[in-house]
């Protein structure tokens, strides 16, 4: 049996345990910071909502249990015990990689989320885009619409303008005393040049009936050239084969 | 693969189509209602030879044109002269305002006879010289005036449509001193030649359809007697010489028959007979004076003078007789009716106040237009074309010849006539041997 030790030794032990603790936890504390490097930045986005979170499983590893406590003083020999610097390391480093792990997984996590992220917001950018470019294409086929209507505005005008000119001249030159009692009618074909001068001569298509009355017309537009046509390419592009009807005595 | 290559196709054809229907762009239709009452711009270029005879072909022409109304002569001076239709410089003409101009050469022939070479340029047609009519026309020295009526007829009928009435002949009475001649002319009054003289009256002279005999009221035997004489051979003979006065005759359209007025009866009533006198039949009854027949040109009508109604009238009655229609209400005096050779109007003489003017009545809507403003007008006689009416009016109280054209537009005074001329009368138309 041995002997219970003397009061004075509980003494040493408890303040031996005590420092050894100490030691632990300076040792652990100043390790993990030399370990420690400074995080590099880190862009956030600011999310409305969180994707839904990836249906990994998740990473099952076998976890060191954790130290067993120090046996009571009672149980530790009574000569003061070697200094534990042989185990006190091996459970920091353990830990450590635990923490390294956790942390990688971390910021593989973070940086799954954050590339999700990046995709949302290139989708979104990207169909906001396109519903740009399509409002944007809309408002010039408005415009071209516009356009083209105030264009075909501003040629029918022309047109009328001129056909009443045409229709003056020849009407000028046109001998209708020569046309009749009755309500003759005559048709003539002709083609103009930019110039208004004829292309051709008139091509009768509908006669009266009175070679004197065909002659007369036809005179009256020969007389009448050069016939006044509108300067604009676009707008003598109508002027450029013309039928006319006659109704001399009407 | 087969259907990308099948849409590809697609959108080509209907691109292809897009830009043919732009190239075939409709032409535009231009409605042209109404125009203008105009003259005709026509040149009669002086006719190379002509200036060997007295008579200046181109002249004559031109004058019958512008007699007419319709035309208006383009001044020649300046332009050069061509030959032929190949030395016609068209822009030239055109750019003068002409529609058409003619040429002509004078060409002797052996004998003594002449060739006129006479060609008609359409002048707005620049691309080619195109000819509206080209004739060689056969003459003498004695004929220029009527080969010079004649071109004017082919003008007239070429720009116009209608006939031409220039070389047609006119016959009238003059009264020289106490001589009366009956008288026939060309149509502008040249060329007068007597066919008949006498101490006594002459009247109411009128051409057979055929143009070959004129028939008359002479007074040489002291009576009103109506004779036919054919003026190629001047043989004369009677057609009414019945009881009391025998005046006004009218052949009928087919020359068959003459009216006359005679008095047989007691007064002046209208009858028909045939052109030698024989077959007399009286078509009018009536208690007035009817007198001054003419027949409508289909024959179914004549129209004549009564004062039935009070004072003198027009009136029309079926050609064998019939009840009269009255026609004239406006006025206390219209006589003298001649009908239009299309029979759809009538010429007459109308009282205004002391006026005596020619007008014009349309037979459907009885319209009337007159057409001088003379004070003594008596005799209208339309030409055979119904472009003119030739009439007698007074002027410092002797007679003269003048014409108006058929729409008042045109007056003119038939120049050649001596002494006092009275009651003319248009011939027919007669068309030349070309």
Same mark, same amino acid.
Request: charged share 20%; hydrophobic share 40%.
């Given at each position: 049996?041995?002997?219970?030790?003397?009061?004075?030794?509980?003494? /040493?032990?408890?303040?031996?345990?005590?420092?050894? /603790?100490?030691?632990?936890?300076?040792?652990?504390?100043?390790?993990?910071?030399?370990?420690?490097?400074?995080?590099?930045?880190?862009?956030?986005?600011?999310?409305?909502?969180?994707?839904?979170?990836?249906?990994?499983?998740?990473?099952?590893?076998?976890?060191?249990?954790?130290?067993?406590?120090?046996?009571?003083?009672?149980?530790?020999?009574?000569?003061?015990?070697?200094?534990?610097?042989?185990?006190?390391?091996?459970?920091?480093?353990?830990?450590?990689?635990?923490?390294?792990?956790?942390?990688?997984?971390?910021?593989?996590?973070?940086?799954?989320?954050?590339?999700?992220?990046?995709?949302?917001?290139?989708?979104?950018?990207?169909?906001?885009?396109?519903?740009?470019?399509?409002?944007?294409?809309?408002?010039?086929?408005?415009?071209?619409?516009?356009?083209?209507?105030?264009?075909?505005?501003?040629?029918?005008?022309?047109?009328?303008?001129?056909?009443?000119?045409?229709?003056?001249?020849?009407?000028?030159?046109?001998?209708?005393?020569?046309?009749?009692?009755?309500?003759?009618?005559?048709?003539?074909?002709?083609?103009?040049?930019?110039?208004?001068?004829?292309?051709?001569?008139?091509?009768?298509?509908?006669?009266?009936?009175?070679?004197?009355?065909?002659?007369?017309?036809?005179?009256?537009?020969?007389?009448?050239?050069?016939?006044?046509?509108?300067?604009?390419?676009?707008?003598?592009?109508?002027?450029?084969?013309?039928?006319?009807?006659?109704?001399?005595?009407? | 693969?087969?259907?990308?290559?099948?849409?590809?196709?697609?959108?080509?054809?209907?691109?292809?189509?897009?830009?043919?229907?732009?190239?075939?762009?409709?032409?535009?239709?231009?409605?042209?209602?109404?125009?203008?009452?105009?003259?005709?711009?026509?040149?009669?270029?002086?006719?190379?030879?002509?200036?060997?005879?007295?008579?200046?072909?181109?002249?004559?022409?031109?004058?019958?044109?512008?007699?007419?109304?319709?035309?208006?002569?383009?001044?020649?001076?300046?332009?050069?002269?061509?030959?032929?239709?190949?030395?016609?410089?068209?822009?030239?003409?055109?750019?003068?305002?002409?529609?058409?101009?003619?040429?002509?050469?004078?060409?002797?022939?052996?004998?003594?006879?002449?060739?006129?070479?006479?060609?008609?340029?359409?002048?707005?047609?620049?691309?080619?010289?195109?000819?509206?009519?080209?004739?060689?026309?056969?003459?003498?020295?004695?004929?220029?005036?009527?080969?010079?009526?004649?071109?004017?007829?082919?003008?007239?009928?070429?720009?116009?449509?209608?006939?031409?009435?220039?070389?047609?002949?006119?016959?009238?009475?003059?009264?020289?001193?106490?001589?009366?001649?009956?008288?026939?002319?060309?149509?502008?009054?040249?060329?007068?030649?007597?066919?008949?003289?006498?101490?006594?009256?002459?009247?109411?002279?009128?051409?057979?359809?055929?143009?070959?005999?004129?028939?008359?009221?002479?007074?040489?035997?002291?009576?009103?007697?109506?004779?036919?004489?054919?003026?190629?051979?001047?043989?004369?003979?009677?057609?009414?010489?019945?009881?009391?006065?025998?005046?006004?005759?009218?052949?009928?359209?087919?020359?068959?028959?003459?009216?006359?007025?005679?008095?047989?009866?007691?007064?002046?009533?209208?009858?028909?007979?045939?052109?030698?006198?024989?077959?007399?039949?009286?078509?009018?009854?009536?208690?007035?004076?009817?007198?001054?027949?003419?027949?409508?040109?289909?024959?179914?009508?004549?129209?004549?003078?009564?004062?039935?109604?009070?004072?003198?009238?027009?009136?029309?009655?079926?050609?064998?007789?019939?009840?009269?229609?009255?026609?004239?209400?406006?006025?206390?005096?219209?006589?003298?009716?001649?009908?239009?050779?299309?029979?759809?109007?009538?010429?007459?003489?109308?009282?205004?106040?002391?006026?005596?003017?020619?007008?014009?009545?349309?037979?459907?809507?009885?319209?009337?237009?007159?057409?001088?403003?003379?004070?003594?007008?008596?005799?209208?006689?339309?030409?055979?074309?119904?472009?003119?009416?030739?009439?007698?009016?007074?002027?410092?109280?002797?007679?003269?010849?003048?014409?108006?054209?058929?729409?008042?537009?045109?007056?003119?005074?038939?120049?050649?006539?001596?002494?006092?001329?009275?009651?003319?009368?248009?011939?027919?138309?007669?068309?030349?041997?070309?």
């Amino acid at each position: 049996m041995i002997a219970p030790a003397a009061n004075h030794y509980r003494f /040493h032990s408890s303040v031996l345990a005590v420092l050894v /603790h100490a030691a632990f936890f300076a040792l652990l504390i100043f390790g993990i910071t030399w370990q420690a490097k400074e995080p590099a930045g880190v862009v956030v986005d600011l999310w409305s909502s969180l994707p839904a979170p990836p249906e990994a499983k998740p990473v099952i590893k076998p976890v060191e249990p954790p130290p067993p406590a120090p046996e009571p003083v009672k149980k530790v020999t009574p000569k003061p015990a070697p200094p534990a610097p042989v185990k006190t390391p091996d459970i920091a480093l353990k830990e450590k990689r635990v923490q390294e792990e956790k942390r990688k997984q971390e910021l593989a996590h973070q940086e799954k989320l954050k590339q999700e992220q990046q995709k949302q917001d290139q989708l979104k950018q990207e169909q906001a885009r396109l519903a740009e470019v399509a409002r944007q294409e809309k408002a010039r086929d408005e415009q071209a619409k516009r356009e083209q209507v105030q264009q075909n505005a501003a040629l029918q005008s022309i047109k009328n303008d001129y056909t009443g000119r045409i229709e003056s001249k020849i009407r000028g030159k046109l001998n209708k005393s020569l046309c009749g009692d009755g309500k003759p009618q005559l048709e003539f074909d002709i083609a103009l040049l930019p110039t208004g001068q004829l292309r051709g001569n008139p091509i009768l298509r509908k006669g009266s009936g009175l070679a004197a009355c065909d002659k007369a017309v036809e005179n009256a537009i020969l007389q009448s050239e050069p016939l006044p046509v509108p300067p604009q390419p676009e707008a003598f592009s109508f002027f450029r084969e013309l039928h006319l009807k006659f109704k001399p005595n009407e | 693969m087969t259907r990308t290559r099948l849409n590809i196709f697609l959108w080509i054809m209907a691109l292809a189509l897009s830009c043919a229907a732009f190239n075939a762009r409709a032409a535009l239709t231009i409605e042209i209602t109404g125009g203008a009452t105009l003259q005709i711009p026509v040149a009669i270029a002086p006719f190379t030879g002509e200036e060997a005879y007295p008579d200046k072909l181109s002249q004559i022409v031109a004058a019958d044109l512008a007699r007419s109304g319709l035309f208006k002569l383009i001044d020649t001076a300046g332009m050069p002269i061509p030959r032929g239709p190949q030395e016609v410089r068209v822009a030239d003409w055109k750019a003068k305002g002409t529609v058409a101009l003619a040429i002509a050469n004078i060409v002797a022939q052996p004998g003594g006879k002449l060739d006129v070479q006479f060609r008609l340029i359409d002048t707005l047609r620049q691309d080619q010289v195109v000819q509206l009519a080209g004739y060689s026309l056969p003459t003498s020295p004695t004929q220029l005036r009527l080969t010079a009526h004649q071109i004017a007829d082919i003008i007239f009928e070429k720009l116009t449509g209608d006939p031409g009435a220039f070389s047609t002949r006119i016959a009238y009475i003059t009264k020289r001193g106490p001589v009366f001649d009956l008288q026939v002319a060309d149509s502008d009054g040249h060329n007068a030649q007597t066919v008949f003289s006498s101490r006594e009256p002459i009247i109411s002279p009128v051409w057979s359809p055929d143009g070959a005999r004129l028939a008359y009221v002479a007074f040489d035997q002291k009576k009103p007697i109506v004779y036919v004489q054919n003026l190629a051979t001047g043989q004369r003979q009677i057609a009414a010489n019945l009881k009391g006065n025998n005046s006004a005759p009218a052949w009928s359209p087919d020359g068959r028959q003459i009216a006359v007025v005679l008095t047989r009866d007691g007064h002046s009533q209208i009858y028909s007979s045939n052109a030698d006198g024989t077959g007399l039949k009286r078509l009018s009854n009536s208690a007035g004076i009817d007198t001054e027949p003419n027949w409508s040109p289909d024959g179914k009508y004549l129209l004549f003078t009564s004062d039935r109604g009070g004072s003198p009238q027009i009136y029309r009655m079926p050609s064998y007789g019939g009840e009269p229609v009255r026609l004239t209400f406006e006025g206390s005096y219209n006589v003298s009716p001649r009908y239009s050779p299309d029979g759809k109007s009538f010429a007459f003489i109308q009282r205004e106040g002391s006026q005596f003017r020619v007008a014009v009545q349309d037979i459907v809507s009885g319209q009337v237009q007159v057409l001088t403003n003379n004070a003594q007008d008596e005799s209208p006689s339309w030409a055979p074309n119904g472009k003119m009416i030739l009439y007698a009016t007074t002027i410092l109280g002797r007679g003269v010849l003048s014409a108006v054209s058929s729409d008042g537009r045109v007056k003119q005074k038939l120049s050649t006539q001596a002494g006092d001329v009275r009651e003319p009368a248009w011939g027919p138309l007669i068309k030349p041997k070309l």
